[in-house]
């Protein structure tokens, strides 16, 4: 859910907001809901013995916080190149006198 939500609102935020760091809070603000969301999916599922859980009870889930890191970092990058690219995009157009 959050590389759904990384890939759907970063770039898009980032070229369509002219603040960099209004697009930044805004992608913030959605990553944090959803990894809030995806997460207590996930405990709930440990907790009520699914099949196949994705958190182990009793072990702490480094991996899952590594690669959750890793979206959130990639988000802000997306983030970045959408502002990048709308800036060159403002910079081509031409000037009307």
Known sequence: ?????TILLALPAG???RSWLAANVTYAIA??????????YL????????????????????????VTLVI???????????HRVAARRGADAPVSV
Request: net charge negative; hydrophobic share 55%; glycine share 16%.
């Open 15 to 17: 070229y369509f907001m």
């Open 43 to 66: 405990l709930l599922d440990a907790l009520g013995g699914g099949k196949d859980p994705a958190f182990v009870p009793g072990e702490f889930p480094t991996s899952y916080g590594v």
């Open 31 to 40: 990553y944090l809901f959803a990894l809030v969301y995806q997460t207590l």
């Open 1 to 5: 859910m959050i590389a759904v939500v």
């Open 72 to 82: 959130f970092g990639v988000g802000f990058g997306l983030v970045a190149l959408g």
